[in-house]
């Protein structure tokens, strides 16, 4: 019996004439992770529903619609959360991945209106760093989440976003949070003719 389908199971002495059976054990959280670097599609999102299911994730207290494993916080955690609180203020529930050994993985899955994606946060904090952000990203999750500064150049974010999507045939969404705006960048978007013009016009309102 393999861990992914084990189940507990008591059985009581014959007199009593019944048997009680325990729910499905939960799967450890690095094989999912681990299962998400080839799935894709349908069976994709049915992992990362598994991982917002899982029993290890608890809400913090302070902030009841952020979930984590727990356990050591690693020097990137302030960016982390106050990326999540963001995301929270924009109606997500948010689900902090945790670091397996041995692959890379993305940093969340949130979840809005029944909808799951994985995303790898990057933090901007220069003003010439987000092509090199964006291309650190690749391999490790299909969308990307910029937490940016104010005052960044909007052309030179443009350009830089849309070279992403040339160079990973694979990327599906540019989210940028800046203050309190929210804006998604995907792929069909970021090839229009028009797109430097309909970017600089949606993202300095």
């Given at each position: 019996?393999?861990d992914?389908?084990?189940?507990?199971?008591?059985?009581?002495d014959?007199?009593?004439?019944?048997?009680?059976?325990?729910?499905?054990?939960s799967?450890?959280?690095?094989?999912?992770?681990?299962?998400?670097?080839?799935?894709?599609?349908?069976?994709?999102?049915?992992?990362?529903?598994?991982?917002?299911?899982?029993?290890?994730?608890?809400?913090?207290?302070?902030?009841?619609?952020?979930?984590?494993?727990?356990?050591e916080?690693?020097?990137?955690?302030?960016?982390?959360?106050?990326?999540a609180?963001?995301?929270?203020?924009?109606?997500?529930?948010?689900?902090?991945?945790?670091?397996?050994?041995?692959?890379?993985?993305?940093?969340?899955?949130?979840?809005?209106?029944?909808?799951?994606?994985?995303?790898?946060?990057?933090?901007?904090?220069?003003?010439?760093?987000?092509?090199?952000?964006?291309?650190?990203?690749?391999?490790?999750?299909?969308?990307?989440?910029?937490?940016?500064?104010?005052?960044?150049?909007?052309?030179?974010?443009?350009?830089?976003?849309?070279?992403?999507?040339?160079?990973?045939?694979?990327?599906?969404?540019?989210?940028?949070?800046?203050?309190?705006?929210?804006?998604?960048?995907?792929?069909?978007?970021?090839?229009?003719?028009?797109?430097?013009?309909?970017?600089?016009?949606?993202?300095?309102?």
């Open positions: 019996m393999t992914d389908i084990a189940v507990e199971q008591l059985l009581l014959d007199e009593f004439g019944y048997s009680i059976v325990a729910e499905p054990l799967r450890n959280i690095d094989f999912i992770l681990s299962d998400l670097q080839t799935a894709r599609g349908a069976a994709f999102v049915t992992l990362l529903k598994e991982i917002t299911n899982h029993p290890a994730y608890c809400a913090l207290k302070t902030d009841p619609s952020i979930y984590t494993i727990g356990g916080r690693g020097e990137d955690y302030d960016n982390l959360l106050n990326a609180r963001k995301a929270v203020e924009h109606g997500y529930r948010v689900f902090i991945l945790p670091n397996p050994k041995g692959f890379r993985t993305a940093d969340f899955v949130f979840e809005r209106k029944g909808v799951y994606k994985m995303f790898d946060l990057k933090t901007i904090s220069g003003k010439n760093s987000v092509g090199s952000r964006l291309v650190e990203s690749i391999g490790q999750s299909n969308r990307v989440l910029l937490n940016m500064p104010s005052g960044y150049n909007t052309r030179l974010l443009a350009a830089d976003i849309k070279s992403y999507f040339e160079l990973n045939e694979a990327a599906l969404e540019v989210l940028l949070f800046k203050g309190k705006s929210e804006l998604s960048v995907y792929r069909r978007f970021a090839s229009n003719s028009r797109f430097y013009a309909e970017f600089k016009k949606t993202y300095e309102k």
